[in-house]
């Protein structure tokens, strides 16, 4: 359940910082990709705690990562690259504590 909070938390310390002019909408916006994770939908079964998300779901491995860096570089789609990394970053950082791993599958 801690790891789900941080999904909220640190958001909300980066828009804090940096984002404070207009913090709603860019929270907002920061949130939304959250949705990332409809790619769980996917899986059999679609909730398993001893399974590591990095390198598992489908917008969870390498490519679609290296997309979120690209968005993070524009201005116009800098917070949601941001969110979608933040969120990668998490997932990996869980990985690393629920199982000793920072990725699956490599």
Known sequence: ML??????????I???IFYRKQWKKNYLII????LVDLDHLLANPIYDAARCSIGFHPLHTILPIIAYFVLSIFPKTRLIGLGLLIHMAL???????????????L
Not at 3 to 12: G, K, Q, R
Not at 31 to 34: D, K, N
């Open 3 to 12: 790891h789900i909070s941080y999904h909220f938390i640190f958001p909300a």
């Open 14 to 16: 980066l828009i804090a």
């Open 31 to 34: 949130m939304s990709t959250m």
């Open 91 to 105: 997932d990996s950082f869980d990985c690393q504590m629920t199982n000793g791993i920072w990725f699956s599958g």
